[in-house]
């Protein structure tokens, strides 16, 4: 089996590399063999990329229910289990156990939103990767897997495109 | 569309003078038609961080010397001699420790204001300065946290808040609005720190491709491995759009929630089915005028920020202080309108020692200082976009809000159902401690500015490359995509 080899093409602008993204589709790079990376956030329909997914939001909902099953375990078992009696409230009365509740939902839903990042970006990770420090400068880069007889054929074409510079990725310690 | 902030982007051949004046004048006035390449922008923010004069550090150690003194001696000297060196005394249980901690929770909830409603509502001139406003929520909850802990008095004992079982048979009341406070600001505390850290990463890397040393170490740990993927792009969006509609209901729970630890009181002057609304306004109405404070001394003293905040968003953030001084007054009097006509005779006696006790003086400084000096200065754009100008106000209203949360608590305490007991608060070590929480803020803010990217470079070219001038007839006139 042929080992792909990993280019790096840098483009300077939004436009040149949506086309580059384009020209990698009509000569046969499948589209989950190239990833955009940018220093800002560029939308998938701006460069004619698959839309992308994210579970963080079935996370933050999952992070919700579990916020208020803690927060139901406060507000009722709690009562329950070390009662008090507050003024004439019942035992588990309605508009505290709301104020639990509420709080409790947000944390939940609050962390798992932002664990969810974590787990969906696979955070933290610092084992080598493919990057190069201009692209936090505004460059986009496209990391195109390919196999090393299409190479020469890709750089041409990303070059002709407008692209700065093709060179092979290199894992490099961010 | 330019991904690099492009020097001239939108320009046209120039027709006349005027016109090309006309244009050089917007872009002058507005950093988003103001764009410059993005390197030079990161280099901008970055060397905002490394460049510390020695005046920095003298001020940095004599805060620090501040908090030793106030914070750690004078706390050391109430945790050993207890609270009898405070000033707190029948019928005074709650005094400047808890103004305290209104006034700091008050203060943290400018930062979710600006970013967060400010982004749900896409106000692009929020974005030079949406993070220096999240910082202060982090930092101003931590002084809150702090003032809890003061008022506590036996502090080795905060971990009996917890609910986890224990021998003594003890359970925190959840009945209670002290155990929803618990609840609410460590649901708002470890949300507003997680906001602020989301929209971080990317510069937190941004810095890291651009340091060295222990700065390249910190920044690389801090920064999670984030390359700006696709994925790590979405993932980041999605997140930081649900935190943006999500935060802001607990933002109004925490302070109504601390409303209610006086309101749900079956006191005169505190019993009041408005107290949450108000709270939540005067929150507003301090945090925005520290945000003000904040913006206007990062501009006057770090490296390159003349660039990034300018005069408009001194205007921007003047009209929102001016609109929620009308709405803090129209709450005021709302609260003030029906204890009055209410015809309580205790209320009446209250109401009259507000006005003319010996405190007298502080009530009627709220009133200038919260409504008649904004309304009276900040209509003028002129003022508005004046930093002297703009700071004298922010910091007027900051002490009329303490004022406010000191009338509402040590002064409506003084007097009661009990004649014979009533007495003025006469604070003891409260006034070291509250000097050493706000030198604590401050050093904290300061030290975070050296470390922390205050600007959100990406969120700023983002911006950059929403705007461009389009001319209708001989008028350029600003516009906006919408680029999500």
Same mark, same amino acid.
């Given at each position: 089996?042929?080992?792909?080899?990993m280019?790096?093409?840098l483009?300077?602008d939004?436009?040149?590399a949506a086309?580059?993204?384009?020209?990698?589709?009509?000569?046969?790079v499948?589209?989950?063999?190239?990833?955009v990376?940018?220093?800002i956030?560029?939308?998938?329909?701006m460069?004619?990329r698959?839309?992308?997914?994210?579970?963080v939001?079935?996370?933050?909902a999952?992070?919700?229910?579990?916020?208020?099953?803690?927060?139901?375990?406060?507000?009722?078992?709690a009562?329950?289990?070390y009662?008090?009696?507050?003024?004439?409230?019942?035992?588990?009365?309605g508009?505290?156990?709301?104020?639990v509740?509420f709080e409790?939902?947000m944390?939940?839903?609050?962390?798992?939103?932002?664990?969810?990042?974590?787990?969906?970006?696979?955070f933290?990770?610092y084992?080598?990767?493919?990057?190069?420090?201009?692209?936090s400068?505004?460059k986009?880069?496209?990391?195109?897997?390919?196999?090393?007889?299409?190479?020469?054929?890709i750089e041409?074409e990303m070059?002709?495109?407008?692209a700065?510079?093709?060179?092979?990725a290199?894992?490099?310690?961010? | 569309?330019a991904?690099l902030?492009?020097?001239?982007?939108?320009?046209?051949?120039?027709?006349?003078?005027?016109?090309?004046?006309?244009?050089?004048h917007?872009r002058?006035?507005?950093?988003m038609?103001d764009?410059?390449?993005r390197?030079?922008m990161?280099?901008?923010v970055?060397?905002?961080?490394?460049?510390?004069?020695?005046?920095?550090?003298?001020?940095?150690?004599?805060?620090?010397v501040?908090?030793?003194?106030?914070?750690?001696?004078?706390?050391?000297?109430?945790?050993?001699?207890?609270?009898?060196?405070?000033?707190?005394?029948?019928p005074?249980?709650?005094?400047?420790?808890?103004v305290?901690?209104?006034?700091?929770?008050?203060?943290?909830?400018?930062?979710?204001?600006?970013?967060?409603?400010?982004?749900v509502?896409?106000?692009?001139?929020?974005?030079?300065?949406?993070?220096a406003?999240?910082?202060?929520?982090?930092?101003?909850?931590?002084?809150?946290?702090?003032?809890i802990?003061?008022?506590?008095?036996?502090?080795?004992? +905060?971990?009996?808040?917890? $609910?986890?079982? %224990?021998?003594r048979?003890l359970? =925190?009341? #959840?009945?209670?609005?002290?155990s929803?406070?618990?609840l609410?600001?460590n649901?708002?505390?470890?949300?507003?720190?997680?906001?602020?850290?989301?929209?971080?990463?990317?510069?937190?890397?941004?810095?890291?491709?651009?340091s060295?040393?222990?700065?390249?170490?910190?920044?690389?740990?801090?920064?999670?491995?984030?390359?700006?993927?696709?994925?790590?792009w979405?993932h980041?969006?999605?997140?930081?759009?649900?935190f943006?509609?999500?935060?802001?209901?607990?933002?109004?729970s925490?302070?109504t929630?601390v409303?209610?630890?006086? +309101?749900?009181?079956?006191? $005169?002057?505190w %019993?009041s089915?408005?107290?949450? =609304?108000? #709270?939540?306004?005067?929150?507003?109405q301090?945090?925005?005028?520290?945000?003000?404070?904040?913006l206007?001394?990062i501009r006057?003293?770090?490296?390159?920020?003349k660039?990034?905040i300018?005069?408009?968003?001194?205007?921007?953030?003047?009209?929102?202080?001016?609109?929620?001084?009308?709405?803090?007054?129209?709450?005021?009097?709302?609260?003030?309108?029906?204890?009055?006509?209410?015809?309580?005779?205790?209320?009446?006696?209250?109401?009259?020692?507000?006005?003319?006790?010996?405190?007298g003086?502080?009530?009627?400084?709220?009133?200038i200082?919260?409504?008649?000096?904004?309304?009276?200065?900040l209509?003028?754009?002129?003022?508005?976009?004046?930093?002297?100008?703009?700071?004298t106000?922010?910091?007027l209203?900051?002490?009329?809000?303490?004022?406010?949360?000191?009338?509402?608590?040590?002064?409506?305490?003084?007097?009661?159902?009990?004649?014979?007991?009533?007495?003025?608060?006469k604070?003891?070590?409260?006034?070291?401690?509250?000097?050493?929480?706000?030198a604590?803020?401050?050093?904290l803010?300061?030290?975070?500015?050296?470390?922390?990217?205050l600007?959100p470079?990406?969120?700023?070219?983002?911006?950059?490359?929403a705007?461009?001038?389009?001319?209708?007839?001989?008028?350029?006139?600003?516009?906006?995509?919408?680029?999500e």
């Amino acid at each position: 089996m042929t080992e792909k080899t990993m280019l790096l093409a840098l483009f300077p602008d939004i436009d040149p590399a949506a086309q580059a993204v384009q020209k990698l589709r009509d000569i046969g790079v499948r589209d989950d063999h190239v990833n955009v990376i940018s220093g800002i956030p560029v939308t998938e329909a701006m460069l004619g990329r698959p839309k992308q997914t994210s579970n963080v939001p079935r996370l933050s909902a999952g992070g919700a229910v579990a916020g208020m099953l803690l927060g139901m375990f406060l507000a009722f078992w709690a009562p329950s289990s070390y009662p008090l009696n507050v003024g004439g409230q019942a035992i588990i009365p309605g508009p505290p156990t709301v104020v639990v509740l509420f709080e409790m939902t947000m944390l939940g839903m609050l962390i798992s939103t932002f664990l969810g990042v974590f787990l969906d970006s696979r955070f933290p990770s610092y084992e080598p990767k493919e990057y190069v420090p201009e692209i936090s400068d505004g460059k986009i880069a496209l990391l195109i897997e390919c196999l090393p007889e299409e190479e020469s054929q890709i750089e041409a074409e990303m070059t002709r495109l407008g692209a700065e510079s093709v060179k092979h990725a290199e894992a490099q310690t961010l | 569309m330019a991904v690099l902030a492009n020097a001239a982007p939108h320009a046209q051949p120039h027709s006349n003078s005027a016109e090309h004046d006309h244009e050089a004048h917007l872009r002058e006035e507005h950093l988003m038609l103001d764009p410059r390449p993005r390197g030079e922008m990161n280099a901008m923010v970055m060397d905002s961080m490394h460049a510390t004069g020695w005046k920095f550090w003298v001020i940095a150690s004599i805060l620090a010397v501040i908090v030793v003194i106030c914070l750690g001696y004078y706390w050391g000297l109430m945790i050993s001699e207890g609270m009898v060196v405070a000033g707190i005394n029948r019928p005074i249980y709650w005094g400047i420790f808890l103004v305290n901690t209104v006034f700091w929770i008050g203060i943290s909830h400018a930062g979710t204001f600006v970013s967060a409603l400010l982004r749900v509502f896409k106000a692009e001139f929020r974005r030079p300065f949406t993070r220096a406003a999240e910082l202060m929520t982090t930092f101003g909850l931590v002084q809150a946290g702090l003032s809890i802990f003061m008022h506590m008095g036996r502090v080795w004992l +905060a971990f009996w808040l917890f $609910p986890y079982p %224990n021998e003594r048979g003890l359970w =925190p009341n #959840f009945h209670s609005p002290l155990s929803w406070d618990f609840l609410a600001i460590n649901t708002y505390l470890m949300s507003s720190t997680m906001y602020l850290f989301l929209p971080l990463i990317p510069d937190l890397a941004m810095a890291r491709d651009r340091s060295t040393g222990w700065r390249k170490v910190l920044y690389r740990i801090l920064a999670l491995g984030f390359r700006g993927t696709e994925s790590e792009w979405t993932h980041l969006r999605f997140a930081m759009n649900l935190f943006a509609f999500a935060i802001l209901p607990v933002m109004f729970s925490v302070h109504t929630i601390v409303s209610w630890d006086f +309101a749900a009181a079956m006191r $005169p002057g505190w %019993n009041s089915t408005i107290f949450g =609304p108000y #709270f939540v306004v005067g929150a507003l109405q301090s945090g925005l005028s520290a945000v003000a404070m904040v913006l206007i001394v990062i501009r006057g003293n770090m490296k390159n920020m003349k660039y990034f905040i300018r005069p408009e968003h001194l205007d921007a953030i003047g009209k929102l202080m001016l609109i929620i001084s009308m709405a803090w007054a129209y709450f005021f009097f709302n609260d003030y309108m029906v204890q009055w006509y209410g015809g309580d005779s205790w209320t009446k006696v209250l109401l009259k020692f507000h006005e003319e006790g010996p405190l007298g003086w502080m009530w009627m400084s709220m009133l200038i200082l919260n409504v008649a000096l904004p309304w009276l200065i900040l209509w003028n754009k002129n003022w508005r976009r004046n930093p002297v100008i703009l700071f004298t106000v922010g910091f007027l209203i900051n002490i009329a809000m303490w004022f406010e949360r000191y009338i509402i608590i040590p002064t409506s305490l003084s007097i009661n159902r009990f004649p014979f007991t009533y007495q003025l608060y006469k604070p003891g070590v409260e006034v070291q401690l509250s000097i050493g929480t706000l030198a604590l803020f401050i050093l904290l803010y300061m030290l975070a500015s050296r470390i922390i990217p205050l600007v959100p470079v990406w969120e700023v070219q983002e911006g950059q490359m929403a705007h461009s001038l389009r001319k209708f007839g001989k008028e350029h006139v600003v516009t906006v995509s919408d680029l999500e």
